[in-house]
């Protein structure tokens, strides 16, 4: 089946740092990828929609300056988190949709991000 | 935006017992999906039932969606262990998907 690959699991970084975190569709091209944050115990929050070769849709109250989203080919996605502090502590998850196959999204493994 | 709410927020069954999770929305949708949420790791999709569906089935799962009461329920048969997890309704269009606020699911051996 489809895989989406999500680097790294854990991050633990300093404030003031940025971070990438990458998503790869391994075996599909996905012209659209999408970005979720995740709060302990808490729901899924869609971040934003990584559109290839265009700029990234970003949710309303989501700063874009704050999360660089580059979707620079049909296989990759990276989400960069800038200047980072602690209340960006938080489980990061991507998902991409193959273009064939059972419906439903595909899920990276997600991204554990702790800034100290 | 379209929410779906899991009711229970939090489910602790016995292995071998049935469990049934309910998830309510507001808007309408053309589909709802139900997703499992392993501890710290990614969305394994389910299941996948559209608007004139009223009921579907795949293995031990059981989706039903009254579209008139804007309700889904997920039952999951004769449980296991390996079965705790989390599980989410999602509704959305073009995949941009409104995850609701999950069920915790703990089956004890």
């Known amino acids: 089946g489809a895989v989406v690959s999500q680097h790294p699991s854990r991050v633990i970084c300093k404030s003031g740092t940025s971070v990438k975190i990458e998503c790869r569709s391994l075996?599909?091209?996905?012209?659209?990828m999408f970005w979720y944050r995740q709060f302990p115990k808490q729901s899924l929050m869609l971040m934003a929609t990584?559109?290839?070769?265009?700029?990234?849709?970003?949710e309303q109250g989501v700063e874009k300056d704050k999360f660089l989203i580059n979707h620079a080919s049909l296989t990759l996605s990276t989400l960069t988190v800038t200047s980072a502090h602690p209340e960006d502590s938080s489980f990061y998850i991507c998902?991409?949709?193959?273009?064939?196959?059972?419906?439903?999204?595909?899920f990276g493994q997600g991204t554990r991000l702790t800034v100290v | 935006s379209q929410q779906g709410e899991e009711d229970p927020q939090a489910l602790s069954i016995q292995e071998g017992e049935n469990a049934t999770m309910n998830c309510s929305y507001k808007t309408s949708i053309n589909n709802l999906q139900w997703y499992r949420q392993n501890s710290g790791r990614g969305l394994v999709h389910l299941i996948l039932?559209?608007?004139?569906?009223r009921e579907k089935h795949s293995g031990r799962l059981r989706v039903t969606l009254d579209t008139s009461k804007k309700s889904s329920s997920l039952l999951i048969t004769a449980s296991r262990a390996a079965d705790t997890a989390s599980y989410f309704c999602a509704t959305g269009s073009n995949y941009k998907l409104t995850f609701g606020k999950g069920t915790l699911l703990t089956v004890n051996p």
């Open positions: 998902s991409a949709i193959p273009p064939t196959g059972p419906r439903g999204a595909f």
């Open positions: 990584s559109n290839e070769g265009s700029k990234a849709t970003y």
């Open positions: 075996d599909f091209q996905a012209t659209t």
């Open positions: 039932i559209r608007s004139n569906e």
